[in-house]
């Protein structure tokens, strides 16, 4: 055991130093000269360009050595065993009728992938979005309430104060520029998308409960309060309750993703009759009396 764990150590610290130098001289993996094999097992071989895969994921030298060192071996204990299986099991016929399949499987899958790419309309339109929801609505449903909102929760002293008011009394895109900038020096945290949903879930823990809680909240309303620490504004936009219709805004990644899902079965499916109907027009399929 010592003498093969010694034996690996030197084998992967001589890996190494042939990989540092192996990189002052060319970056070429298909050059045989400059990508020379390392470790040989019957027909098997790792060259120095695979080693250095294992090695460049850390800089350290010491890791490096043990990262070669682990993959060398395993390595060649999944080469021993594969030998192995083929002396033993000398019937593969199983085998491979399930690589047969597995490759048939990745093939399809590649082609699908290939014809997805090229083929598949990847637009979608605001009334295809709101026909799609207006179907399926039994599908979306509020767990919890959710809501849009802006919030600043500013560091005690307040600076600049007076320009802070007069950004929050008129927040449009530009301000919300400003107001950025100014939270990026003064507050603790901000939320500065309006047109974004949140779940109170997601904010309570910035909010004080003894100010508001999720049952005060309403669509339109401006809150400002302060603790010991901080200064708070707040401002709804838009408040929807689990008993009520919700948005489609909220669920329009869903949407989009369920829309994109069925075209890309439509589309696999318009290419696999085309298919099957040419090679039947062609007289490609036998069906044979039994």
Not at 87 to 96: P, V
Not at 144 to 170: D, G, M, Y
Request: with cysteine.
């Amino acid at each position: 055991m010592d003498e093969r764990w010694f034996f690996l150590k030197f084998l992967s610290f001589i890996a190494i130093i042939s990989l540092i130098g192996a990189c002052k001289k060319s970056a070429d993996p298909t050059d045989d000269d400059a990508n020379p094999v390392m470790i040989r097992y019957n027909d098997h071989e790792l060259t120095r360009s695979e080693l250095s895969e294992q090695a460049q994921q850390t800089f350290s030298p010491k890791d490096s050595i043990q990262l070669v060192n682990n993959f060398i071996e395993k390595w060649l204990k999944d080469q021993i065993m594969v030998k192995e299986a083929r002396k033993q099991l000398t019937n593969q016929d199983e085998i491979n009728q399930l690589t047969e399949k597995f490759r048939d499987e990745l093939l399809q899958l590649k082609f699908e992938e290939k014809i997805l790419r090229e083929k598949l309309d990847t637009t979608i339109s605001e009334q295809e979005l709101l026909e799609y929801y207006r179907s399926n609505k039994a599908k979306y449903k509020l767990e919890s309430t959710i809501f849009r909102f802006v919030l600043l929760k500013i560091n005690k002293p307040v600076a600049e104060s007076k320009t802070l008011e007069n950004l929050w009394k008129n927040i449009n895109q530009v301000n919300l520029q400003l107001l950025n900038l100014y939270c990026q020096n003064n507050a603790d945290i901000c939320y500065l998308n309006p047109q974004k949903w949140y779940k109170w879930d997601e904010v309570k823990q910035h909010l004080p409960s003894k100010f508001i809680s999720e049952n005060t909240i309403q669509s339109g309303i401006t809150r400002d309060f302060a603790d010991f620490n901080h200064s708070y504004r707040v401002r709804f936009y838009e408040v929807v309750r689990p008993n009520q219709e919700p948005p489609l805004s909220f669920f329009k990644d869903q949407a989009t993703q369920a829309i994109f899902h069925q075209r890309k079965i439509k589309l696999l499916e318009k290419i696999k009759n085309e298919l099957y109907e040419s090679e039947l027009k062609n007289k490609h399929i036998q069906f044979l009396n039994k």
